[in-house]
């Protein structure tokens, strides 16, 4: 028995090291992911005080005020006015000020930091001859379990899109099941698309247990439609399906089928928003995270659940994923292979 056990075991080894590329992933990526994130979220500590200043461009001016050179707090440029109400209505931002005309603040009366945040601006206003006026906006703290369902949800269908559709496919290839469809009349699109529409029906049904499961237990907030929240999480499951078929449309082995589905899964679950907002991250990351399909669901069921949007609000966000979902599909088809070999 030990015997056969060590063969079994040696023969294994042999077999990854004898795939070059599985082993070149398994070896690249965590080198990669590190340095990734290091030169990403690296530098100081986080201050205590998070300040938006509304303006137009992107380049903050210190010397436009005497707040903008104190110490420990973190001044986060925003050029929307409405998204400075919201994450001010949040508790996300801790002030919101306006140094161009009209000089203007905004503080949430229930916020603890904003109180003290406040107290710094009319500190340093004192230094200056011009007034500045105050404006409220109230609003609840949003929680950190509202916030981050979604992003647990989404991850969870993406795995399940992913690895889901993927490792069967190419199981299917490897023992000469593709190879016997493939005498049949069954074409490469009509498979996909059955492959497609099967494990959506299974994540759909998986999904909804788990949210209303969640809102029963935990109560969590619902502002918006839930026809709405739906349609984004059937286009989203659609949109990572037909990605995750797009990667086993050609792979031959488990090993790289899986290190070619992490290469996509693990920058979504770190740059789409899952555990962290993006906010206040440079421009080009968050440049980049709007390339992934997840950072579009997670944006779209965030503004349902949390601000109430409706259909039309996150039409573009819906028009991009099945954009994306027929160039994965078209793809996947094209490039299907039948025989492992």
């Known amino acids: 028995m030990l015997k056969r056990i060590l063969a079994i075991f040696r023969a294994r080894n042999i077999e990854f090291v004898r795939d070059r590329s599985s082993m070149s992933w398994n070896i690249i990526l965590p080198v990669v992911l590190m340095f990734g994130l290091s030169f990403i979220f690296g530098g100081p500590e986080r201050p205590e005080y998070r300040v938006g200043v509304l303006q137009a461009g992107e380049e903050l001016d210190k010397d436009q005020h005497p707040f903008l050179a104190m110490r420990y ?5 925003i050029n929307d006015e409405a998204a400075g109400f919201r994450r001010i209505a949040r508790h996300q931002l801790d002030l919101l000020v306006q140094f161009d005309e009209p000089r203007s603040y905004w503080v949430n009366p229930d916020s ?5 945040a406040e107290l710094a601006l009319l500190q340093s206003e004192n230094a200056v001859s011009h007034g500045i ?3 409220q906006i109230t609003g609840d703290a949003v929680r950190y379990v509202d916030w ?7 991850m969870n269908m993406m795995f399940s899109c992913l690895f889901g559709v993927g490792y069967v496919i190419v199981r299917y290839r490897k023992n000469g099941f593709l190879k016997r469809l493939r005498a049949t009349p069954v074409r490469a699109i009509e498979f996909v698309i059955a492959q497609v529409a099967s494990r959506l029906l299974l994540i759909m049904l998986i999904t909804s247990f ?4 969640t809102k029963y237990f935990l109560d969590t907030r619902m502002e918006g439609s839930y026809v709405a929240l739906f349609l984004v999480a059937l286009v989203g499951a659609v949109a990572l399906l037909s990605m995750g078929l797009l990667v086993a449309a050609r792979a031959t082995s488990e090993e790289l089928a899986g290190g070619l589905l992490n290469l996509f899964t693990w920058p979504m679950m770190l740059l789409s928003g899952v ?10 990351v968050r440049q980049v995270a709007n390339i992934f399909p997840l950072t579009h669901v997670l944006d779209s069921a965030r503004a349902v659940m949390l601000d109430g949007a409706t259909l039309i609000d996150v039409a573009p966000a819906l028009v991009s994923l099945l954009l994306l979902s027929v160039i994965f599909l078209s793809m996947g088809a094209a490039m299907f292979r039948w025989r492992p070999t």
């Open 210 to 213: 788990v949210y209303i499961g």
């Open 112 to 116: 603890s930091k904003g109180y003290f």
């Open 73 to 77: 707090i973190q001044f986060v440029v």
């Open 148 to 154: 981050v369902l979604p992003g647990i949800l989404g």
């Open 275 to 284: 555990w962290f907002p993006l906010d206040d991250a440079d421009v080009w």
């Open 133 to 135: 006026r105050k404006a």
